[in-house]
């Protein structure tokens, strides 16, 4: 069982951190052919199964410029390695590792015992320079979830690196406050590989944030939670079939930080949890068991303006949450222990074992131990930050909202109906660089009915999304849902709409209308779903910034 002990504890001291812890389809026989040559792939050769098929122009890696002098640089290696998760033989992983060659010396932190990538904090107004090394046996390309960079440097699959290979990134920190990720955004491999272990966590500070003092160093605590499916030696399998890339591969072992049977020694006192999403498409309803509330201070932007009160909070894949945890109250000996409880209507109703828990189940995510009785403690602000927000008539668009329609079918997942192309947007993909725009996220199709003579055994498609923007985190403005609202019953209350936002889950039946500043940066932004089998499948576009 993973543990908070001492060694941890002055880890998180040096850090100030704490612990860290997405042109057509094929036709439906070739898809099945190809899919069949692509189940029990090793880690070499990964390719997309039923994805679109999609070529870019060949470029040469983006090398550093000698007019650009950053504050800080890292080389950041991507590897194949091993770690130990569970009992007996160490499991195969790939790994991020970062190392600092120049900054503040907090920039990066190691996780001990986890595969999960190097912490790294930055601050607002810095100027940074990240050399990533390609160690792996096929291409990939990082993407910085979350922050605001130009397409450049933003991970597009465009700029996908050979093993060997070197690419550099430069850019501005230029985001307010806020936990961000970094992952691999090769298309077609994404979700192979951020299972395979590919992930980590971006801190962003600023003097806003510092002013109010909040819980920090050992009293900070990401959560980077995940599930994985292991074999009977201990290794991990992502061989999904058409079913689990259809509603998204889920494991059978819930993993905290890249461990397993997480638990977390705490002090009778406030502290901050900056919880993260990392798996490739489990929803989670996170609660804590008896019934304390879930107090959120802040979303995937950054710092909402006031807490939120919530009976449980909804973490869809990319998505993250400030969570303000105080067990002040609470005696020495006390255990209490973070849950997923049940829900219901966000997969489609297959009738069938995806060989992991359920999605929509109740499970233990973490327990937390209260080990040490204090007096000290910091006081919940009622005032957080400041968000620039836009009206919609401050919009290009306010009567004619930007559509993203999601559709789905066998062996097919779109956005506008189509699936994902290079460089050849629709007229509503294209937007004027320094608009802000009004856009909408809807389902383009009713419940269907998949069966037949297709092998599907029968299947209602009606499933949730989690959409992601890339650059500029958006405002959520409203939510309507159409139908039957007995599934979306048991998720609505959990919802946080009050603060910046670059990921949303959206319902079945569910229409959600945002406002996206497109500023600073020219060029080809994606937009995709993060269930990351659904955006290798082809589930993804393009805005052009022009």
């Given at each position: 069982?993973?543990k908070?002990?001492q060694s941890?504890?002055?880890?998180?001291?040096?850090?100030s951190?704490?612990?860290?812890?997405?042109t057509?389809l094929?036709?439906f026989?070739h898809a099945m052919?190809?899919m069949?040559?692509?189940?029990?792939?090793?880690?070499?050769?990964?390719h997309?199964?039923m994805g679109?098929?999609?070529?870019y122009?060949?470029?040469t890696p983006n090398?550093s410029?000698?007019?650009?002098?950053?504050?800080?640089?890292?080389?950041?290696v991507?590897?194949p390695?091993?770690?130990s998760?569970l009992?007996?033989?160490?499991?195969?992983?790939?790994r991020y590792?970062?190392?600092?060659?120049?900054?503040?010396k907090?920039?990066?932190?190691d996780i001990p015992?986890?595969?999960?990538?190097s912490?790294?904090?930055?601050q607002k107004?810095q100027?940074v320079r990240v050399?990533?090394h390609n160690?792996l046996?096929q291409?990939?390309?990082?993407?910085?979830h979350?922050l605001?960079?130009?397409?450049?440097?933003?991970g597009h699959?465009?700029?996908?690196?050979?093993?060997?290979?070197?690419?550099?990134y430069?850019?501005?920190?230029?985001?307010?406050a806020n936990?961000?990720m970094?992952?691999p955004?090769?298309?077609?491999a994404t979700a192979?590989?951020?299972?395979?272990?590919?992930a980590g966590a971006v801190i962003v500070?600023d003097e806003?944030e510092?002013?109010?003092?909040?819980?920090?160093g050992?009293y900070e605590?990401?959560?980077?939670?995940?599930d994985?499916?292991?074999d009977?030696e201990?290794?991990?399998v992502?061989?999904?079939n058409?079913h689990?890339?259809m509603?998204?591969?889920?494991?059978?072992?819930?993993?905290?930080?890249?461990?397993?049977n997480f638990?977390l020694d705490?002090?009778?006192?406030a502290?901050?949890?900056?919880?993260?999403n990392g798996?490739?498409s489990?929803?989670?309803?996170?609660a804590?068991?008896d019934g304390?509330?879930m107090t959120?201070?802040g979303?995937?932007g950054g710092?909402?303006?006031?807490p939120?009160?919530k009976p449980?909070?909804?973490?869809?894949?990319?998505e993250?949450?400030?969570v303000w945890?105080?067990?002040s109250?609470?005696?020495?000996?006390?255990?209490l222990?973070?849950?997923?409880?049940?829900?219901s209507?966000?997969s489609?109703?297959?009738?069938?074992?995806?060989g992991?828990?359920s999605v929509?189940s109740?499970?233990?995510?973490?327990?937390i131990?209260?080990t040490?009785?204090?007096?000290d403690s910091?006081?919940?602000?009622?005032?957080?930050?400041?968000?620039?927000?836009?009206?919609i008539?401050?919009?290009a668009?306010?009567n004619n909202p930007l559509?993203?329609?999601i559709s789905?079918?066998?062996m097919?997942?779109?956005?506008n109906?189509?699936?994902?192309?290079f460089n050849n947007p629709l007229?509503?993909?294209r937007?004027?660089?320094?608009?802000?725009?009004?856009?909408?996220?809807?389902?383009a199709?009713?419940?269907?009915r998949m069966g037949?003579g297709?092998?599907m055994?029968?299947m209602?498609?009606?499933?949730?999304h989690?959409?992601?923007?890339?650059?500029q985190q958006?405002e959520i403005?409203?939510r309507?849902i159409?139908?039957?609202?007995t599934d979306?019953?048991?998720v609505?209350?959990?919802?946080?709409?009050?603060?910046?936002k670059?990921t949303?889950?959206v319902m079945?039946?569910e229409?959600v209308?945002?406002?996206?500043?497109?500023h600073?940066?020219k060029?080809?932004f994606?937009?995709h779903c993060h269930?990351?089998e659904?955006e290798?499948?082809?589930?993804?576009r393009?805005f052009?910034?022009e």
């Amino acid at each position: 069982m993973a543990k908070f002990n001492q060694s941890r504890r002055r880890f998180l001291t040096q850090s100030s951190l704490g612990l860290v812890s997405l042109t057509g389809l094929p036709h439906f026989a070739h898809a099945m052919e190809s899919m069949r040559m692509g189940v029990g792939m090793g880690m070499g050769g990964m390719h997309s199964s039923m994805g679109s098929e999609v070529s870019y122009p060949k470029l040469t890696p983006n090398k550093s410029n000698p007019n650009f002098h950053p504050d800080v640089e890292l080389d950041l290696v991507c590897t194949p390695t091993e770690v130990s998760i569970l009992k007996g033989t160490p499991t195969k992983v790939l790994r991020y590792q970062a190392t600092l060659i120049k900054g503040p010396k907090e920039t990066v932190v190691d996780i001990p015992h986890s595969y999960l990538g190097s912490i790294i904090r930055l601050q607002k107004g810095q100027k940074v320079r990240v050399n990533f090394h390609n160690a792996l046996s096929q291409s990939s390309v990082v993407h910085w979830h979350g922050l605001h960079v130009p397409q450049m440097m933003d991970g597009h699959p465009q700029y996908a690196i050979e093993s060997g290979q070197t690419l550099v990134y430069e850019f501005e920190v230029i985001n307010r406050a806020n936990m961000n990720m970094y992952h691999p955004h090769p298309h077609g491999a994404t979700a192979k590989q951020v299972y395979l272990g590919l992930a980590g966590a971006v801190i962003v500070n600023d003097e806003e944030e510092a002013a109010l003092e909040l819980p920090s160093g050992e009293y900070e605590i990401p959560l980077v939670i995940q599930d994985k499916q292991f074999d009977n030696e201990n290794q991990l399998v992502y061989s999904p079939n058409m079913h689990q890339r259809m509603s998204g591969m889920v494991g059978n072992t819930i993993l905290v930080n890249g461990q397993a049977n997480f638990h977390l020694d705490v002090a009778s006192r406030a502290y901050r949890l900056r919880v993260m999403n990392g798996s490739t498409s489990r929803i989670y309803k996170l609660a804590w068991d008896d019934g304390m509330p879930m107090t959120v201070i802040g979303v995937d932007g950054g710092l909402l303006e006031q807490p939120e009160i919530k009976p449980y909070v909804m973490l869809a894949p990319g998505e993250r949450l400030d969570v303000w945890a105080d067990f002040s109250a609470r005696n020495e000996g006390a255990q209490l222990t973070l849950k997923s409880l049940a829900f219901s209507g966000v997969s489609p109703r297959m009738g069938m074992n995806h060989g992991g828990l359920s999605v929509g189940s109740e499970y233990p995510i973490c327990t937390i131990n209260v080990t040490r009785k204090v007096s000290d403690s910091h006081k919940l602000p009622t005032k957080l930050a400041k968000i620039h927000r836009y009206g919609i008539n401050e919009t290009a668009n306010p009567n004619n909202p930007l559509p993203i329609a999601i559709s789905e079918s066998p062996m097919s997942m779109l956005l506008n109906g189509r699936a994902y192309e290079f460089n050849n947007p629709l007229p509503s993909e294209r937007v004027k660089m320094g608009s802000v725009q009004l856009l909408e996220i809807f389902h383009a199709h009713s419940e269907m009915r998949m069966g037949g003579g297709m092998g599907m055994g029968g299947m209602n498609v009606s499933m949730a999304h989690p959409i992601h923007l890339h650059g500029q985190q958006f405002e959520i403005m409203s939510r309507s849902i159409s139908g039957d609202t007995t599934d979306y019953d048991t998720v609505s209350e959990g919802f946080i709409d009050s603060g910046l936002k670059d990921t949303v889950l959206v319902m079945p039946m569910e229409r959600v209308k945002i406002i996206k500043p497109f500023h600073d940066f020219k060029g080809l932004f994606l937009y995709h779903c993060h269930n990351l089998e659904h955006e290798d499948m082809g589930m993804m576009r393009e805005f052009s910034v022009e």
